[in-house]
């Protein structure tokens, strides 16, 4: 793990949506391992609790609730400094199958959950000395994925909106996001079969699921006075996936699996 310095500088306060679970607990575990102090915005209790995370229940999805929730994390822990927005849901369904309330709970959750959190972090950060406004978007967000188009749709708005805050909120406010492509969490584990993974796998370049530890060090990297120069934009953690179309497997490992060191050994053998 790369452990990027913290040395001279005061502990933060990092705000984390969703961090009861998944991506939004390992984020939440990095941040507190590294000494600062972390508020767990959540409906559902953690599934484990951390040292230095504090579980303030609160659903993301209720926009006037946002400010307060704010309000008692800053009275308890301090001015916040980071914002990871990670709360998130996902209903596979076709577009056929897709109804009202199913759409517009996605889009409540995932876009004005995000989008309020956002919003009331950064009133208070423009009061103080700035911040760091971060989202768990998706490659969802990024191309298309059948049986998601409520979900896409809302990945792809955060991506949007991380670019208008940044252009909004600059200098004083930092803003960026982390695309992860498949992440093996309890969300992942409920909506596919093992054999759903696997093939899943085979597919990806580097040949597997990220972890949300991977994706916690992403964050960490964003928040960090090392992404000082970094505003309005995402960082793809995929495998891969994203480097090449839905065709671009043929005649490579993706299609016939290969050992790396078979391509050494024949080139020794060549010359
Ligand atoms: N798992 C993946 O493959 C994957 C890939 C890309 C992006 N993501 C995104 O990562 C984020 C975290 O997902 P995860 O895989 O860790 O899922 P998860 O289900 O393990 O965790 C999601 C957390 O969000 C909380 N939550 C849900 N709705 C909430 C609400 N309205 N208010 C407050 N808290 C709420 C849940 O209680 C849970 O603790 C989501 O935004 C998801 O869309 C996940």
């Given at each position: 793990m790369v452990d990027i310095a913290l040395e001279g500088r005061p502990a933060r306060h990092v705000v984390i949506s969703?961090?009861?679970?998944g991506i939004g607990q390992a984020t939440a575990e990095r941040f507190a391992r590294s000494g600062d102090r972390v508020t767990n915005i959540d409906s559902m209790r953690p599934l484990q609790p951390f040292p230095g995370v504090y579980w303030l229940p609160g659903d993301v999805s209720d926009w006037p609730a946002m400010g307060p929730l704010l309000d008692d994390a800053g009275s308890i822990h301090?001015?916040?400094d980071v914002v990871v927005a990670n709360a998130g849901i996902s209903i596979r369904h076709s577009v056929l199958d897709c109804t009202e309330p199913d759409f517009r709970r996605v889009l409540d959750v995932n876009v004005l959950g995000v989008f309020a959190l956002w919003r009331e972090a950064a009133i208070r950060m423009l009061g103080g000395s700035g911040g760091v406004l971060l989202a768990t978007a998706s490659t969802n967000g990024v191309v298309g994925y059948p049986y998601y188009a409520d979900y896409n749709a809302s990945k792809a708005a955060v991506l949007s909106f991380c670019k208008t805050f940044a252009l909004e909120l600059a200098p004083v406010i930092r803003t960026g996001a982390v695309s992860p492509g498949y992440v093996m969490t309890p969300m992942q584990e409920a909506e596919y079969t093992e054999a759903m993974i696997d093939d899943l796998n085979r597919r990806i370049p580097l040949g597997r699921h990220t972890t949300p530890a991977e994706v916690a060090e992403a964050f960490y990297y964003l928040a960090?006075?090392?992404?000082?120069?970094?505003?309005g934009q995402a960082l793809i953690l995929d495998g891969?996936?994203?480097?090449?179309?839905?065709?671009?497997?043929?005649?490579?490992s993706l299609v016939t699996p290969v050992q790396p060191h078979a391509f050494v050994s024949r080139r020794d053998h060549d010359l």
């Open positions: 969703g961090a009861s679970s301090g001015p916040i960090s006075p090392g992404a000082s120069y970094l505003t891969g996936e994203l480097a090449g179309g839905t065709a671009s497997g043929h005649g490579t």
